[in-house]
């Protein structure tokens, strides 16, 4: 992996591409629920899909009681787009039973009070915590494992080992954009197909570069 001056210098250069990325802000409340049920319907589901089943299940409630309230079947009719709702629409009942009676309805503010949560793993825990309680954690999804793996930032065979192996490596002044600054490359940059190696600013300090 890459030495802790390799590191900052990655974050660095990534930043000059990105100077106008701004770091979330705390939001909590009945947002942190919303943020909750949005990741949990977002497993295996494109970003379209998961926002449909989030508006048309919010439209019927958005409340750990709300929902609790709603029939199996409007639940399941809710989020279908997303896929596997059956499995969601129970860790749902599930996560808003252990809200109400554990947490007194309120959204955990850490991750191991997110990850206890039923439905809820290190990823979405992690962008629970850092885009609606603006902590500075980094979320390591699809685009943000594959960058961190490619160029020796971290290394994990999952997402989940990706993230425990880029915590407490990354530099102080790049924890909240972090996130962003990755993703953006991740996107943009370091795609999954044909990546721009060409256009690259980490090509000659990553460790996979540049690929063919």
Do not use: W
């Not at 709702?85 to 129970?90: D, E, G, I, Q």
């Amino acid at each position: 992996m890459l030495d802790p001056d390799q590191m900052a210098e990655v974050f660095a250069r990534l930043r000059a591409t990105n100077p106008d990325i701004a770091p979330p802000k705390a939001k909590g409340g009945r947002t942190a629920f919303r943020s909750v049920v949005s990741c949990m319907l977002s497993a295996q589901s494109l970003d379209r899909d998961t926002a449909a089943a989030a508006d048309a299940l919010f439209a019927l409630a958005d409340t750990p009681e709300g929902i609790l309230a709603l029939a199996d079947e409007q639940i399941t009719s809710a989020i279908r787009p997303c896929g596997l709702y059956n499995v969601k629409a129970r860790n749902l009942r599930k996560m808003c039973r252990r809200l109400i009676e554990e947490h007194g309805c309120r959204v955990p503010e850490d991750r191991k009070g997110l990850m206890s949560l039923p439905g809820v793993g290190r990823k979405c825990a992690d962008l629970v915590l850092h885009f609606t309680f603006g902590q500075p954690v980094i979320a390591v999804d699809t685009h943000v494992h594959r960058v961190c793996n490619r160029t020796g930032l971290a290394q994990g065979r999952t997402e989940a080992q990706t993230a425990a192996s880029l915590d407490g490596r990354i530099p102080e002044a790049y924890r909240m954009p972090g996130h962003l600054l990755l993703l953006d490359h991740g996107k943009r940059i370091c795609r999954a197909r044909a990546p721009r190696c060409g256009d690259c600013v980490l090509v000659d300090l990553c460790e996979a570069g540049p690929i063919p």
